[in-house]
C-alpha cells in the first residue's frame, strides 16, 4: 500500500516530536556534508533523484539553498525563476503547470507560489512531494524550522525563550510560520515590534491565545530588547503592503530609520542573546552589526541548508 506524500505545506503540521527528529537528522547531515566538503566531496544518499524548484516570486536564499541541499545529497537539481517566460505568461493554471511539472518524473517540487493557499492547490494535484518555500503572506514553513534549528544551535534551546519579533509582522509570512512553530515549546513568549498597520495578524494571535501562550506588543523598538533571547528583525515587505499601511509609511517617512538596529541598539542585548533576520535586509540592520557574536543572520543561512537537507530526507521517506 503507499503511504500519503509528505508534503510540507505549513508550520500547523510539525509537532515537537517531529522536530526534535528532524533536529538529530539534521545534525547527522551536518556532520555529513562539513566531512565531505572536507574531502572535496559530495554526498550520494539520494543520487537518482530529482528536484525541481518552481518560483513564481522572487527569492536568493530559498531558491539557492534547496538547490545547494539536494545537490549536497547527490540529487539532480532542475528548475526555474522566470515563470514569465515560461506558459504561466500565456495564462497557464498553477495546476496545469504542476501536472505538467509532474509528466516529467521528478521526486520532489519545491513551490514559491505569489497567494496564499497556492502550495496547497498544488498539492492537491501533484503525485510528487510539494514543499511550500513561501505562498505570498501566507506561511514559509521551512524557513521557520531552520530559524528554530537556528536557536537550537546558537543558544541550546528552543523552550523557555523570550523571542522579539520586529519589523513587518503583518506581511512577513516568515514571523507569522515561526510564531506558530515555537509557541508549540514550552515556556516561549513573545514581543511583538511593529509600527501601527504592521502589526501581527489577528489571525496568529488567536492562536497564540487558544494555546495559553503569552505575548505583549509595542511600538517601541528598545524597551524590550535587553530583556530578549531572540531579536528576529524583519523588512517591509514591500510588495504587499495595504493601501492603509503605503498610506502610514507616507504620512511618516521616518519609519525605517524608527526600526533599524545599529550597534547601539544590539549593543543593548544581553551578551548570550542572537539577532536574526530571515534576510534579505535593505538597511534594518546596519552592517556595522555584522562582526558582533549576537549576529546570527549570516550564520543561519548555513543552517537554512542544514534543514532543507533534513527536510528533503524526510520528504523522500528518509528519517
Ligand atoms: C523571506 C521570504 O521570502 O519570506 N526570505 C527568505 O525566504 N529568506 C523574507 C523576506 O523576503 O523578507
Known amino acids: 500500500m503507499s ?12 509537532d515537537p516530536d517531529f522536530v526534535t527528529k528532524l533536529f538529530a537528522n539534521a545534525n547527522r547531515t551536518k556532520a555529513n556534508v562539513e566531512h565531505e566538503r572536507r574531502h572535496h566531496r559530495i554526498g550520494n544518499t ?3 533523484n530529482i ?19 539536494a545537490t549536497h545529497l547527490g540529487m ?3 528548475g526555474t525563476q ?16 504542476i501536472k505538467t511539472i509532474n509528466s516529467y518524473l521528478p521526486s520532489i517540487i519545491v513551490l514559491r507560489g505569489q497567494a496564499v493557499g497556492d502550495a496547497a492547490r498544488a498539492a492537491d494535484v501533484s503525485r510528487v ?44 509570512r516568515t514571523v507569522r510560520s515561526l510564531a506558530k512553530l515555537a509557541a508549540k515549546f514550552p515556556g516561549n513568549r513573545f514581543t511583538f515590534i511593529a509600527p501601527p498597520t504592521f502589526e501581527m495578524q489577528p489571525d496568529i494571535k488567536a492562536i497564540l491565545d487558544k494555546a ?58 544581553k551578551p548570550g542573546a542572537r539577532l536574526m533576520h530571515p534576510l534579505p535586509r535593505v538597511g534594518e540592520i546596519k552592517t556595522e552589526v555584522d562582526p558582533d557574536p549576537r549576529a546570527a543572520y549570516i ?21
Open 3 to 14: 503511504r500519503p506524500l509528505r508534503h510540507i505545506l505549513s508550520a500547523d503540521q510539525f
Open 46 to 48: 539520494l543520487a537518482g
Open 51 to 69: 528536484l525541481y524548484r518552481l518560483f513564481y516570486a522572487e527569492s536568493t536564499r530559498t531558491y539557492e539553498s534547496f538547490g545547494f541541499a
Open 76 to 78: 539532480s537539481v532542475l
Open 82 to 97: 522566470s515563470v514569465q517566460f515560461s506558459s504561466v505568461a500565456k495564462g497557464e493554471t498553477l495546476e496545469d503547470t
Open 129 to 172: 512531494p510539494i514543499i511550500n518555500a513561501g505562498d505570498g503572506s501566507g506561511e514559509h514553513p521551512t524557513q521557520s524550522l531552520l530559524d528554530l534549528y537556528t536557536m537550537r544551535q546558537e543558544l541550546g534551546r528552543i523552550e523557555d525563550l523570550h523571542i522579539v519579533m520586529g519589523g513587518d509582522l503583518w506581511n512577513g
Open 212 to 269: 495559553g501562550v503569552k505575548y505583549a506588543e509595542t511600538t517601541k523598538v528598545t524597551d524590550v530588547l535587553p530583556d530578549a533571547d531572540v531579536v528576529y528583525w524583519t523588512r517591509v515587505q514591500k510588495e504587499r503592503l495595504t493601501e492603509t499601511q503605503k498610506d502610514y509609511l507616507a504620512e511618516h517617512p521616518d519609519t525605517h530609520e524608527k526600526y533599524t538596529l545599529g550597534l547601539k541598539e544590539v549593543k543593548l542585548m
Open 299 to 319: 550564520r543561519q543561512m548555513y543552517y537554512g541548508m542544514i534543514i532543507r537537507m533534513a527536510l528533503i530526507e524526510w520528504t523522500l521517506g528518509y528519517e
